[in-house]
């Protein structure tokens, strides 16, 4: 297992917080992971556990059962240390009912909403999920088709959304919906659809390429009443709200990229340490030393970006040799393999991806195991 302590972003009491999550991954995560990742979801009461060790909701108030500590960096540890481990399908859940949905509640609710959902979500009792995407439109909102139609005292849901993570097991969806068709953005609002309205109906427990651990869902409602009193936030600014909350979504799923790159790693280097060929360990290869040698996660750059930002998040003071560091990994990202190394890379190694994603920074070191490159 990879070892994160006595990092300057964290204090004591971070890494205090952090033993509890590493245990916590190691006694209840661990030990299921192959067995859910065969399932295709995680068991419920994976986040009922999590409740009770302080490991959900730690920025809701205290007297609505959560940490009371609006302190991003604790979110970081838990993802930090179930990416670690390997276990990326329960992380990017745990993520998403943390660090994606939370804020919404937490932000838009009123005070009788809060009452009624923050206690259930810090306890693991509710879990969550976000629903924006629907079939054929992509990342274009605007056109969304699911609307909410106000009669009388409820809306009316009519609708499909897919690529729902969370969306079995979650009893709580914001949905994303139009209350007013006519109008494009501005007619985007944000709905709590719970488990058990009639109309409301999950669909398939999507199949993926990996993360087979969290499920995936197609939603359907069909006529689904809705109180208004599940409205969060005003009428007419949905897309706004969503926007609002992308910047720590995309940091949320930076610290897991680097976090499973890094497990990543550390599985490469001790394999590459134990396998032989042609009488020598492959680690010791000439071409295995200099993807190791000159990897991100090895030397610190793969960090020194993400810290950076969390720091402005937490409002944490920065360090002159990190932002050094920061801006050093993104002037020199594209520079960082050896002059003329590009004829030893295959050609499997292009991407799509972003060149600072974790996919990229752990794709070398699929590299090694085989010693051979990629078919």
């Known amino acids: 297992m990879v070892v994160v302590m006595g990092r300057p972003l964290f204090a004591d009491e971070h890494d205090q917080f952090r033993m509890v999550a590493r ?32 490991l959900l909701g730690m920025a809701v108030p205290e007297d609505l059962g959560g940490g009371g500590v609006d302190d991003f960096r604790y979110n970081v540890i838990v993802n930090e240390e179930i990416h670690l481990a390997g276990c990326n399908g329960v992380g990017l859940g745990v993520a998403l009912h943390n660090d994606i949905v939370l804020p919404y509640f937490l932000t838009y609710c009123t005070d009788e909403q809060r009452r009624r959902w923050l206690p259930g979500i810090a306890s693991g009792e509710l879990i ?39 969306g079995i097991n979650a009893d709580l969806v914001v949905t994303a919906v139009k209350t007013d068709p006519r109008q494009r953005h501005r007619g985007m609002s944000l709905i709590v659809l719970e488990r058990g309205m009639q109309g409301f109906e999950r669909g398939r427990n999507l199949e993926k390429l990996g993360m087979h651990s969290q499920d995936t869902a197609e939603l359907f409602f069909d006529d689904v009443a809705v109180p208004m009193e599940n409205l969060l936030g005003t009428e007419g600014e949905g897309f706004g709200q969503l926007v609002q909350n992308l910047p720590q979504e995309r940091l949320s799923l930076a610290v897991s990229a680097v976090a499973a790159a890094r497990h990543a790693f550390a599985l490469t280097v001790e394999y590459c340490g134990h396998r032989t060929a042609f009488g020598q360990t492959i680690g010791s290869f000439g071409h295995g030393q200099v993807v ?79 010693h051979g490159g990629q078919s």
């Open 23 to 54: 245990r916590f991954v190691a006694n209840e995560i661990v030990p299921n992971f192959e067995k859910w990742e065969t399932e295709g979801i995680i068991d419920r009461d994976l986040f009922a556990k999590a409740g009770e060790l302080g």
């Open 128 to 166: 969550t999920a976000i629903a924006m995407t629907e079939p054929g439109i992509g990342s274009d909102l605007a056109s969304m088709s699911t609307t909410a139609i106000r009669h009388g005292e409820e809306y009316v849901v009519n609708g499909s959304k897919t690529f729902i993570t969370n």
């Open 292 to 370: 190791v040698d000159r990897a991100p996660v090895a030397n610190g750059r793969s960090r020194a970006a993400t810290p950076r930002r969390l720091r402005v998040h937490a409002g944490v003071p920065d360090l002159p040799g990190l932002r050094r560091c920061a801006d050093h990994f993104y002037l020199r990202r594209h520079d960082r393999d050896h002059e003329g190394d590009h004829r030893a890379r295959p050609r499997t190694l292009t991407t799509s991806r972003p060149p600072d994603s974790g996919d990229e920074r752990a794709s070398p070191c699929c590299l090694l195991p085989g």
